[in-house]
């Protein structure tokens, strides 16, 4: 049978472990811990940015590279550090992460000015680049393909989308409750325990040999990234007409074409190509880039809703996140039990009509709070829909790969991830400005609604991508008798 094409979830062999034991348990509560954080961190600060700016004399035109810094840095250089992990190993370049993310919050929350803060946005996006493929990949590696696999990906998963409503709520709690230092502070101590307990419970991994490390490959896709997603949030804030955007993004595709031609013509590819070659890896990547991409865009969307239409606080705006966080927990908890029962092909088909259905639900927003039933109905059902398609893309995207590959499958993953999270703002940001006609919370709800209808186009594309390509050929089935 050919795993690298079979639709459903792998059946699991006779000797495959169907329960965790202590340790594989603490080594799982580790890797979460680590993921879960750097799922807070981007989102943490986007409540805190006004109260940040008035401290540290950030100009408006300037705040917006708090965050970019930061999503710069972690979607730019993900793919390099996931190659990294499987050449120099995954747990020291996780340990390694970890350290520099501790340093970097640590120095954040001490920043006496914008320069000082803004180093500590890169390196906390560099480190951020450097844990999440290797925290990802030490997970596949340690728990063997089929049910326990699928069940960490699934908590994984839901403890990552989690991980970015928490944070709103957290950073809106902190900034009112303490300061906004404190939302890099709180990294600090979780970073201590990881680093202190990983060494004992997890063991290094690593390919059994060394391939060398593609240079040309490296630096034409990493800066490709970097002049993409830098165009993308220019479009964003700028609007997708302007040099500022145009140019970036041109020359990011541009250095994108050259990484391809780099990869079909060195010995030791950053990416093979025959791995993009895999259905699995290909598509289940496009389904989880819309994942990303529409549910954190649809998290800002909603954010201009409830603050500039109904007029809530950002605290009151964040913790009405929290029936998204439940919802995307649920869906992280089930999944792997739906993978099971269903495949993962009609995983991400059932997650994708959810998350399409209760996106579009979203167009009968009103400008009265009375609409908040219906926000809160269809974010609870929508973050399950979504949590649906995001670990079956995970379990999709590394299944069927030795472990030698295994880092690369996750790093391409984790890129996917990140990439889709910095993409997804700009994109409906930009949309639902160029829709408002005027000015005012009426004028406002029409851009908006525009910016949800696309969103939930989008969705669609997503769901039709996998019913139209993750299936099985006929020919495979024929070969192995399936």
Sequence with gaps: MSTSETAAAPAASP??????????????????????????????????????????????????WIATAFALCAAGFTL???????????????LGGLAVLGAASLLGGLAQSPEALIVARVFQGLATAAVTPAGLSLLTTSFPEGPLRER???????????????????????TDLL???????????????????????????????????????????????????????????????????????????????VFCLVESRVSAPLVPLEVLRRRTVAWGNVAGLIAFVTETSLVFLLTLYLQNVLGFSPLGAGLSFGVLGLGTVLGGSIAPRVIGRIGTRSTLI????????????????????????????????????????IVGFMVTATSG??????????GLATMTQQVGITMGTPIMSAISTSAMAGTGAVAMLGG?????????????????????????PAAAATVTGM
Excluded: C, Y
């Design 15 to 64: 000797g495959t472990p169907q329960r965790l034991t202590s340790r594989p348990l603490l080594v799982l509560v580790i890797l979460l811990a680590a993921q879960f954080m750097l799922a807070v961190d981007f989102s943490i600060l986007n409540v805190a940015l006004p109260a940040i700016g008035a401290g540290l004399g950030f100009s408006l035109a300037h705040l917006q």
């Design 80 to 94: 390099l550090f996931g190659r990294l992990a499987d050449l120099l190993g995954r747990r020291r370049v996780f």
């Design 152 to 174: 960490a990906l699934g908590l994984n998963g839901a403890l990552m989308s989690a991980g970015f409503t928490t944070g709103a709520i957290l950073g809106g709690l902190l």
């Design 179 to 257: 300061s906004w230092r404190w939302a890099f502070f709180i990294n600090v101590p979780v970073s201590l325990l990881v680093l202190v307990a990983a060494p004992v419970l997890i063991r290094e991994s690593r390919p059994g040999s060394r391939p060398r490390l593609d240079m040309p490959g490296a630096i034409s896709v990493t800066l490709g990234l970097l002049a993409v997603i830098f165009g993308l949030t220019q479009a964003g804030e700028h609007g997708w007409a302007t040099a500022g955007a145009l140019l970036p993004l041109a020359a990011g595709a541009l250095l994108l074409v």
């Design 350 to 389: 059932a997650g994708g009509l959810i998350q399409t259905a209760f996106t579009a639900a979203l167009l009968g927003l009103g400008d009265a709070r009375s609409s908040m039933a219906l926000l809160l109905v269809a974010t609870f059902a929508g973050g399950v829909g979504n949590m649906l398609v």
């Design 401 to 410: 790969l030795p472990d030698h590959e295994q880092g690369l499958a996750t």
């Design 448 to 472: 908006l609604k525009t910016a949800i209808a696309v969103n939930a186009a989008l969705v669609l594309v997503g769901l039709l991508t996998s019913m139209l390509f993750l299936h099985r």
